[in-house]
């Protein structure tokens, strides 16, 4: 048991495992926890339910969970007795000590049925004393059927006649029948019995008899009753949510949870499925309603998981030109860079005549120390000195010679001018806000000595098309043509302007194109 997963499923009869089979096809972390009491296990069978007609309910069960754990969902035998709603989903908590966070909750425990208090009736259910015609008609048919007289005896009876000619009510406790209702029993031969039902007789642990108040006993192989469905709901109870009473002509016949019809009830981040929000739900309904609360809830999720993303992305891009941002990042790992020169430095300044050369946005050096290394005397300027006191260690590390052309510089470029002139003013991948942009390119364009280079390189504004890994301020990209174009064309001669292919390196999605604004400019003596 993982201690956080996107969705616990509480009940993991039909309804739950047909939403787990789907969260966890939709690659949600899934926990099912079951206390293994499923509403039909004492039934032998399990009926109407196309492909796997007369499956046991355990098989079915089974073979449900088998096909959820080849998904990755993980299964916890016990009993929630709770949930309470946190900042972020929920805590579940279980009965044998311990619990688990959701991010959602399915919640799918089906209902109990509470039976007639007749000795006997408890013990038969399932086999011999029947709820339901469509999952035990077949079963019982042309058998002497016996039916219990409660607010809807004479409609049970007369669909019970469907299965067998032999039917007998029993009023019972039921209310009188109208004359109707006598007319109809009588034109389909359906006995009816007054007296209230005491007992059950047995035969071999099998129904022979419905004893009446008085000792009467009427032969009966099977005997159908009407249970109160009254919905599993101490969880959703414990987040607030109410049950609701059920109504069928006037009576109350259960009680269940009441939610929208993709199983979203009042509570956000609570879905249900099944028999504790739809009493008549059968297997496959109740599967069917276990699938469709997944899907809702896997699409609410998704909304979820953009939402977070969005704010994520949104907050690094408003930190993305800060100073802090810039010294933890660094402070963060060992490395953050390749340590290699930039691939447009190394094509557009090899042929150069070393000289004075400063490398703005220097970060850890690389670019600092190839030049130096080529004998340039290297001005390095970068705002964290995290950064700075890397790239002096690695100059210090290649030699006393190559430390000391490379004097590193303390500053934030935006706010930052030199007082002399380079032959090599080099930005590489110094992104900015589009004014503080220009006017930093500006600055280093006034920084370049007669005869010296401007060398300024970023991402071009096309890799925000592809998958690159690039922060979505459009306002940071620029073209080289825009770069020239800031250049006043009396003092300059433009050599590069390109949006040069490049392969992606490791950190910004490898092995994919992505371009490079180069711009290579000299100024004129
Ligand atoms: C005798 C009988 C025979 C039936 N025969 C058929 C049939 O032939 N065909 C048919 O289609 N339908 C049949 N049904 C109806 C069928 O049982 C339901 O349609 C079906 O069980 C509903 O599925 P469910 O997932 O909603 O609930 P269930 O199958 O009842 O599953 C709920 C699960 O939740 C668990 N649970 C409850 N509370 C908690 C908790 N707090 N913590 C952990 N686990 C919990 C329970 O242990 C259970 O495993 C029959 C019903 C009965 C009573």
């Known amino acids: ?88 989903g929920f805590l579940v908590v279980l009965e044998a000590g311990g619990s688990v966070v959701a991010r959602r909750l399915l919640i799918t425990t089906g209902l109990v049925d509470e039976l007639p208090d007749i000795p006997g009736v ?73 007296g209230v039902v005491e007992g059950l007789e047995l035969d071999g642990g099998r129904l022979s008899g419905v004893r009446l108040a008085g000792a009467d006993v009427v032969p009966r192989r099977a005997l159908v009753v009407s249970p109160r469905f009254t919905a599993r709901a101490g969880v959703l109870t414990s987040l607030g949510l109410a049950t609701v009473p059920q109504e069928m002509n006037g009576h109350v016949v259960g009680s269940y949870v ?100 400063l490398d703005v946005g220097c970060g850890e050096g690389g670019d600092a120390l190839w030049l130096a290394a080529r004998g340039w005397q290297v001005t390095a300027v970068d705002f964290a000195t995290a950064a700075l006191d890397r790239g002096a260690e690695r100059a210090a590390a290649l030699g006393a010679d190559v430390a000391a052309r490379i004097r590193w510089v303390h500053a934030d470029v935006t706010g930052w001018a030199p007082d002399v002139r380079f032959d090599l003013v080099s930005a590489q991948f110094m992104h900015l806000p589009g004014e503080p942009r ?27 098309e592809t998958s690159a890994h690039r922060v979505h301020v459009p306002d940071m990209f620029f073209t080289a043509e825009e770069v020239a174009d800031s250049l006043d064309g009396g003092q300059w001669d433009v050599l590069v302007t390109e949006a040069r292919p490049r392969t992606a390196g490791e950190h910004e999605g490898a092995g994919i194109t992505v371009r490079d604004a180069v711009l290579r400019a000299r100024r004129r003596d």
């Open 258 to 357: 009441a939610a929208d019809p993709t199983g979203a009830t009042a509570v956000a981040g609570v879905w249900v499925a099944g028999n504790v929000a739809d009493l008549r739900a059968q297997v496959i309904p109740a599967a069917a309603a276990g699938l469709n609360a997944a899907a809702a809830l896997n699409a609410d999720l998704i909304a979820e998981d953009v939402r977070l993303a969005v704010e994520a992305r949104r907050l690094m891009a408003a930190h993305m030109f800060d100073e802090e941002t810039w010294e933890e990042r660094y402070r963060a790992q060992p490395a953050v860079w390749s340590g290699r020169p930039n691939a447009q430095l190394v094509a557009e300044a090899s042929a150069l005549t070393p000289g004075s050369a």
């Open 122 to 194: 408890a013990e038969l259910f399932g086999s011999d004393v029947l709820h339901c015609p469509y999952c035990h008609g077949w079963e019982v048919r042309d058998q002497p059927l016996g039916i219990l007289g409660g607010p809807f005896g004479a409609h049970q009876a007369l669909m019970w006649r469907q299965w067998s000619a032999d039917v007998t009510l029993f009023q019972h406790t039921g209310p009188a029948l109208t004359d109707d209702e006598r007319e109809q029993l009588a034109a389909r031969d359906i006995a009816v019995v007054t």
């Open 1 to 88: 048991m993982d201690e956080k997963y996107d969705v616990v499923v509480v009940g993991g009869g039909a309804a739950g495992l047909s939403g787990a089979l789907a969260l966890t096809r939709a690659r949600r972390s899934v926990l099912v926890v079951d206390d293994g009491a499923p509403r039909n296990a004492p039934a032998g069978h399990v009926h109407n339910y196309l492909g796997r007609e007369g499956a046991t309910p355990a098989e079915l069960l089974a073979s449900g969970r088998a096909e959820v754990a080849g998904y990755g969902g993980q299964f916890v035998d016990g009993r929630v007795t709770r949930a309470e709603r946190m900042d972020d």
């Open 438 to 464: 220009r006017a930093l390119f500006t600055r280093l364009a006034a920084a370049v000595a007669p005869g010296g280079t401007l060398l300024v390189v970023g991402h071009h504004h096309s890799d925000l």
